[in-house]
């Protein structure tokens, strides 16, 4: 059975940097094809994809957001970091880590419950 | 502003059918598989279909798939008042080499 969990603060301050890990078990990250992707969604708004990283270590980020967010893993721990600094209001939302799989097309076909983070002084 | 198109809403009577437009272009609808999910309020997303047209195991066959061009397709049939949820396209796009996702569309079962 394939499980994420997000972890991390509820609440940060604008300017500091927001660091969110992803536990997961059930698969390795080491597998080809296997990807874990963070995506958010700030609230009454759209799911927004902010990046994901792959078997071989290949990260791709959001265009709009990657001068601020680093995404990496722990393969033996089963762990994906996202950071993402510069954190401001506008960055309120519920993220969530989800294993993306990377075979022929793109499907992120299980998620975690997601994290609420507020950003707030 | 979303570089897949979805009507922001649709709605049918329990018992009807529905259908989602995504609307794309070239460099992801038009080379990619399109996936598509149900998000129901406070709970994570759910893949529905994979692959244009592929349903993962457990979920029910009054959904399907379909894509044409740049354009794909989310059909639900026999509505129940259990799908009323937000339901979201999305794909690869190749050029911007990012993964991307519609605006969502908001189903109300009548």
């Known amino acids: 059975q394939v499980t994420l969990r997000e972890s991390g603060p509820a609440l940060v301050q604008p300017t500091q940097t927001l660091t969110l890990t992803c536990t997961f078990a059930?698969?390795?990250?080491?597998?080809?094809?296997?990807?874990v992707s963070w995506i958010r969604q700030p609230p009454g708004k759209a799911l927004e994809w902010l990046g994901f990283?792959?078997?071989?270590?290949?990260?791709y980020y959001s265009t709009s957001l990657q001068t601020r967010l680093t995404i990496s893993k722990d393969t033996s721990k089963n762990e994906v970091v996202l950071r993402m600094t510069n954190m401001d209001p506008l960055d309120t939302a519920t993220y969530y880590c989800?294993?993306?799989?990377?075979?022929?097309?793109?499907?992120?076909?299980?998620w975690g419950q997601g994290t609420l983070v507020t950003v707030s002084s | 502003q979303s570089v897949l198109t979805q009507p922001p809403s649709v709605s049918a009577a329990p018992g009807q059918k529905v259908t989602i437009s995504c609307s794309g272009s070239?460099?992801?609808?038009?080379?990619?598989?399109v996936s598509w999910y149900q998000h129901l309020p406070g709970t994570a997303p759910k893949l529905l279909i994979s692959d244009n047209d592929k349903r993962p195991s457990g979920i029910p066959d009054r959904f399907s798939g379909s894509k044409s061009g740049t354009s794909a397709t989310l059909g639900i049939t026999g509505l129940q008042t259990g799908d009323e949820a937000d339901y979201y396209c999305?794909?690869?796009?190749?050029?911007?080499?990012?993964?991307?996702f519609g605006g969502g569309t908001k189903l109300t079962v009548l």
């Open positions: 070239s460099s992801n609808v038009g080379s990619n598989p």
């Open positions: 990283i792959d078997w071989d270590d290949d990260k």
């Open positions: 059930g698969f390795s990250l080491s597998t080809h094809g296997m990807c």
């Open positions: 999305g794909t690869w796009d190749r050029t911007l080499t990012v993964v991307i």
């Open positions: 989800a294993r993306t799989l990377s075979m022929g097309g793109i499907a992120v076909d299980s």
